[in-house]
Nanobody
Framework: QVQLVESGGGLVQAGGSLRLSCAAS????????MGWFRQAPGKEREFVAA????????YYADSVKGRFTISRDNSKNTVYLQMNSLKPEDTAVYSC??????????????????WGQGTQVTVSS
């Protein structure tokens, strides 16, 4: 129902910053949560951050708390992930997701119905 397109990935040195964007289009139903996940080679998909579309409550993985900030601009149907103090272990494909499944948790992929294609973030030493 929702189409998501990520942008803003790239190559940065450790300690640098990137801002990822997720532009949403199409019909949305219910009260959506927007989330960011990442997946490194050989690793499971990992929750990064999430935000409620209505109300703006935010949630973060412990590994990024204090370094990453999720925000949204509802007028633009866009969600952002500001990433500061990047570390090599942050290297992964970052994907934006949208949706709500009341039977699940916002911290797991099953909660989200729609996904973007992902954008590569590479942090060099």
């Amino acid at each position: 129902q929702v189409q998501l397109v990520e942008s803003g990935g790239g190559l940065v040195q450790a300690g640098g910053s990137l801002r990822l964007s997720c532009a949403a289009s199409g019909r949305m139903f219910g009260s959506y949560v927007m989330g960011w996940f990442r997946q490194a080679p050989g690793k499971e998909r990992e929750f990064v951050a999430a935000i409620r579309v209505i109300g703006g409550s935010t949630y973060y993985a412990d590994s990024v708390k204090g370094r990453f900030t999720i925000s949204r601009d509802n007028s633009k149907n866009t969600v952002y992930l500001q990433m500061n103090s990047l570390k090599p272990e942050d290297t992964a494909v970052y994907s934006c997701a949208a949706g709500a499944r009341s039977s699940s948790s916002i911290y797991v992929p099953l909660f989200y119905a729609d996904w973007g294609q992902g954008t590569q973030v590479t942090v060099s030493s």
